[in-house]
């Protein structure tokens, strides 16, 4: 029977909660995704991202709350549900000892693809992921980059409408990093729903329709992310000094002048000041500084970016868990 909920969400979400022994991982998580939009879900390592995956993939069960997924419950229709999702992980479906059509290969025939399609749609995937050179090597011989493409085509063998993407540039470099990108981009203009899990604040910036950030097991702010960064002001004035003394001095000083906590900058010798990007208001600032006696060595002003959300709204920069 299919007891298909009519909506217009990819992804309704209520009161999800998870716990591994004491530890809770998912304190109760609400969320609404649009069908055909790219969602982010960020935070910090051990934040519980893989584990919100993993349920709504059907993958494990929540102890509580309820998801509906493409129109389908995960805990009425989960085999309805896995029909319509692909999934890229952190652990890939990529076997190593075959080649990368091989993998495609055995991919169609588990997704029923049709047998006379088949071949087809592999040669489309090889073109589509620039693998056409090394389709008949062993997946062994691939470089990071070339695994997570293989691992996202086979993904969309079986036409999935929603897709998640696990934390899919983890460990890749720039110009790879770049390259997928590029790849998630084609998808979405395709039409499919991508949830997206990253600890990569660029990326969500690039990527994401909307963007969720998880802290302690709560969603703790979702918007745009111009909404979020809007959330910390419009712009910032980024200041870099040559010693940490310096910066504790700069830091002191600014206290009377900007009246909230500065969150740190990309390393410990920079500051990010909340300010409007005119004269008056960056010379203020660094008047204040020099009558102190410390002049940065370096003055830029910038759009914040979702660090400084993060900071805004956490009051710690992104923490990894110890
Ligand atoms: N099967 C499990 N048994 C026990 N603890 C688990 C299990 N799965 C996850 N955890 C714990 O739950 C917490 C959240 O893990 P999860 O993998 O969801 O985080 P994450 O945000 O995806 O982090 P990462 O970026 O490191 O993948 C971690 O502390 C992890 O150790």
Do not use: C
């Not at 509580?64 to 805990?75: L, N, P, Y």
């Not at 091989?102 to 399609?117: I, S, T, Y």
């Amino acid at each position: 029977m299919n007891t298909a909920i009519a909506t217009d969400l990819a992804f309704d979400v209520r009161g999800l909660r998870k716990s591994f022994g004491a530890q809770t991982v998912l304190d109760g998580i609400d969320l609404s995704i649009g069908r055909g939009s790219v969602f982010a879900l960020l935070g910090p390592n051990g934040a519980g991202k893989t584990t919100t995956v993993q349920i709504l993939a059907t993958l494990i069960k929540p102890d509580e709350g309820t998801a509906v997924v493409g129109g389908h419950s995960i805990a009425d229709e989960p085999s309805r549900v896995r029909r319509i999702i692909g999934v890229t992980g952190q652990f890939s479906a990529v076997d190593e000892l075959l080649t990368g059509a091989e993998n495609l290969r055995l991919m169609a025939r588990l997704r029923h693809v049709p047998k006379d399609g088949r071949e087809a749609l592999i040669e489309r995937l090889l073109r589509q992921f620039d693998l056409v050179d090394v389709a008949n090597k062993s997946a062994a011989t691939y470089s990071g980059g070339m695994r997570r493409r293989l691992d996202l085509a086979m993904t969309l063998v079986g036409d999935p409408q929603i897709i998640f993407l696990d934390e899919p540039t983890t460990g890749l470099d720039p110009r790879s990093r770049r390259a997928m990108w590029d790849i998630v981009r084609t998808l979405v203009a395709g039409g499919v729903t991508l949830f997206l899990t990253t600890q990569y604040l660029e990326e969500a910036d690039q990527l994401a329709d909307r963007v969720a950030v998880l802290d302690g097991g709560r969603i703790v702010a979702e918007g745009t992310p111009a909404e979020l960064k809007a959330a910390v002001g419009e712009e910032q004035l980024r200041l870099r000094f040559a010693t940490a003394e310096e910066v504790g001095k700069a830091r002191d000083v600014l206290a009377a002048v900007v009246p909230i906590d500065l969150p740190a900058g990309g390393d410990e010798l920079e500051l990010r000041v909340p300010t409007p990007a005119n004269g008056a208001a960056v010379r203020s600032v660094l008047n204040a500084l020099a009558a102190a006696g410390v002049e940065p060595s370096e003055v830029t002003t910038a759009a914040p970016d979702l660090d400084d959300v993060f900071f805004a709204l956490t009051g710690a920069p992104t923490k990894e868990e110890s």
